[in-house]
Structure formats: C-alpha cells, structure tokens
C-alpha cells in the first residue's frame, strides 16, 4: 500500500511549491483558497481514482505538536506520510499530535469514525512517543469517567495498577486509618463519601537520585459538601480529580522513560459529598502540620485534602514538589480556561517553568504569592480559615493557604488548572485533557539531566 503523502507548508512554503506543482494541483489549491494558514488543509485527488493524491497542510512558523493535529479529523482513512522535513522539526511530538488527535473516550459509547494512520518517519524516538500517548490517554480516560465509575477506590486501583506496571511500590492508607496516621483534613473531607476516603502513595526510583514528589487533587466527585454547588457549577465535577490525573500521567513518563530520579507520588482521594457524617462550616480541623483550619466553606475542600499531603511531601525536604489540582475557579477567571495558573516563591524555578512552557508550546502563566493577602485566611477561633474573607484574588490565596504546609521545600510549584476543553482544537477534542505535562515533563527532565553529569 502506497501512503499518500503529506507536505507541511507556510505561505512562503505554498508559494515555492506551486513552481513546481502540475495546472490541475495548482487549480485545486486556488479553486479552496488554500492560502496555508495554520491549521487549514487542501487535499488534491488523483484525477483517475479520484483518492487522495497529496495533502497539502498549512503550519506556522515554529512547527510544533500541534501543528498536523487537525489533519485526522478531516482526512479520509488510510495511510499517509510526511514529505520533506526540516532536520529541527519535532517529529516526535507531532506525531504524538497526530495519535492524539485519533483519540476519543469510548467507555461507554464506542466511537465509529475510522481514522486515518501515518507511517512512522524516521527520527521519531517511539519509547517517548508511547510513553507521552500512554500518559495522556490515561489522563483523559481518568477525568472523563464520571464519578459512578471512578470513585476513590477506583482511582486507588488505577494507581496500584500503574505502580505494578514500573515495578513501582504502592501502599493506600483508607478510611479511619487517615486518623490514625495522622491524616486529618483528608479523612474529614472524605468522611461523608460512598467510597472511603485515601491516600494513595507511590514509590519508584533510585534513593540515591535526586527526590522528586508529586502531589495530585483526588476529589473524585464534588458536590460542593454542605455549601452546596448549584447545577451549573456541579456539573463537571467529575473532573475535580484532574490534578490526580496529572500527577499520574507525570510519574507514567517518567518511569517509562527511567529518568534517573527518585519519584513520590501522593494522591489524596475523596469525594466531597452530603451526609451525616459531612463536614460543616464553622468546623475546626487539626491538621497533619499541626496547623488548625476552621471550615470556612465546604466547597474549598481542594486545598484541605492537599495540605495533609503536602506537608507529608514536605517532611522528606525533596528536591522538587510539583502539585497538580483544579483548585479554583478564581485562576480560571484570570486565565481562562487554556491557560493554567502556577504559583512558585522559587524565581530560579519560575524561569525555568516559563522556558520549558515556551518550548514545548505547553501554557503555564505564573500568578503572585502575594503575602499582604494572607491576613484574608484569618480566623477568631483558629490558627487560619480554608477560605479568603473577600471575593478577590481567590487563586492567590488559595496558594497561600497551601504554602503554609510546604516548610522545607524551596522547589515547590502549585498548578491550579481546569483540565477539561471547553472548545475542540486540534488535538484536543471537548472533554478531560491534561494541562501543562509536557512543560512539566520538561522541567523533571532538565533537573534529572544536571544532577545525572
């Protein structure tokens, strides 16, 4: 079977190739006003079949995972290949864009569109290349699943099966035992769930390489507790466990790939729901640091579940604490919903996030701990409250709250995403995605490289 070639063409590009293209290709182009914009397609058929002949696909300037996505979406099936490509292109990230964007979630309504397959060009490094679709994938199917198929003990057993997978040691602390070891805001947060709440605990890696934990809101399903959402801002709750999707896609490519680190991984896994047993307003909670928290409002359970973990990362002065959690619905006010926010007192570390974003075409934007803010957290009858006392700058203050439990580690950055698409890109249909991984992967990369020499 011949594949059907595919050429990647700027404006400058069209130009060079109608000089030597046939009077019926260039007609094509010029009858669907193919100007090779960005994300824009010609296909040109052969005159006696009538089946593609080439495509012409137009790119930017910087070419980048993305840049090809749109093709499976509107090609017909069968096999195509890349045409003459820069010796600098990034073959294996565009085509891990093109894979990606064959991707749909078929649990529970299968999926008939056929896509269309692309030979593998040459240079492409396929280890990375399965590792980064495995990660993704397994973060999609994650925060797609509603909260009737993935509760805290389903997500405990999908992390037991990635650990068994790297040869990786798992433990899960359930239920009453968080009490027992000291586990307070996780327990007290999950308490009025149908599934108990964890703590899931990953462990993989070399001791002697440099620490690296990974901490990931597990809320499994969101109701908002006693402060009840309403129907519109309860209804992708679902996704209130992306954060935990994250943290395991991460750790998925860096055991795939053997970077030389010692990795942690720390999932709190809950469900914020209403029962006798549910947490109250104006409720005190001693936490793991030791730090009391009265229960400002119910449905700022993120940053509950996430400061007993923090502070268990914390204790072991890692390296790196990167924390992952669809925290705020403030950021995305501020951002959007592509864009995440990432908060960091570490500028050195700030630099090389936002370099490693750039690179890899991977949004993160970096918003102020702006300790004036603080006095926001106070409380009359506690050491802080879980929420702010003002309607302003929520996302700064939930990041304040969470740096109160990270005491040792100077690396510490704190992502507050959506990580769901509200609008289909290239590569990215509606529906659970990840956000900031491959600028995050980056980052663990850079450091595991530096300490390695």
């Not at 820069?86 to 749909?104: F, I, R």
Request: charged share 20%.
């Amino acid at each position: 079977m011949t594949s059907t070639p595919i050429f990647l063409l700027d404006s400058k590009g069209l130009t060079a190739w109608k000089k030597t293209a046939s009077t019926f290709a260039k007609g094509v182009v010029e009858t669907q006003k193919f100007t090779a914009a960005e994300h824009t397609s010609c296909v040109i058929a052969d005159v006696k079949t009538g089946k593609p002949a080439m495509v012409l696909c137009g790119v930017g300037e910087v070419l980048n995972r993305w840049s090809m996505a749109h093709l499976p979406a509107v090609l017909p099936a069968g096999e195509y290949a890349l045409q003459s490509l820069p010796k600098s292109a990034p073959m294996t990230d565009m085509v891990l864009g093109w894979e990606l964007a064959c991707y749909s979630f078929s649990e529970f309504k299968k999926d008939s569109k056929t896509y269309p397959t692309m030979e593998i060009p040459a240079g492409v490094d396929n280890k990375r290349l399965d590792a980064q679709k495995e990660a993704v994938v397994l973060a999609r199917n994650l925060i797609n699943l509603p909260a009737n198929h993935l509760g805290p003990n389903d997500l405990a057993n999908h992390a037991k099966a990635l650990a068994a997978e790297h040869k990786a040691k798992c433990s899960v602390i359930v239920g009453e035992d968080l009490l027992k070891k000291n586990y307070p805001t996780i327990y007290t947060v999950g308490a009025a769930g149908h599934q108990p709440p964890q703590l899931i605990d990953i462990r993989w890696g070399n001791p002697k390489h440099e620490k690296i934990t990974l901490v990931g809101k597990g809320v499994c399903f969101d109701t908002g507790g006693l402060n009840i959402k309403t129907g519109n801002y309860m209804a992708l709750m679902k996704k209130d466990m992306g954060g935990a999707a994250h943290v395991l896609a991460l750790a998925h490519i860096i055991m795939a790939l053997k970077l030389p680190v010692c990795l942690r991984v720390l999932v709190p896994a809950v469900e914020n729901s209403i029962s006798d047993e549910a947490m109250r307003p104006s409720d005190v909670v001693k936490t793991r640091k030791g730090i009391t928290v009265e229960i400002g409002d119910t449905d700022a359970e993120g940053r509950l579940i996430l400061c007993d973990a923090l502070a268990e990362a914390d204790s072991e002065k890692p390296a790196l604490i990167i924390d992952c959690a669809t925290l705020t619905g403030a950021a995305r006010v501020a951002l959007g919903a592509e864009i995440p926010a990432f908060f960091t007192p570490d500028d050195s570390l700030a630099k090389t996030i936002d370099a490693a974003s750039a690179k890899q075409s991977d949004p993160l934007w970096r918003l102020p701990l702006w300790e004036p803010y603080r006095e926001q957290l106070k409380s009359h009858v506690a050491d802080t409250n879980n929420i702010s006392s003002g309607g302003y700058g929520g996302a700064i203050t939930a990041a304040l709250y969470l740096k109160s439990f990270v005491e040792h580690t100077k690396a510490w950055v704190h992502v507050d995403m959506m990580a769901w698409n509200v609008r289909t890109r290239p590569g990215r249909p509606i529906g659970g995605d990840v956000q900031g991984l491959f600028a995050l992967l980056d980052v663990v990369e850079g450091r595991s490289r530096k300490a390695k020499r």
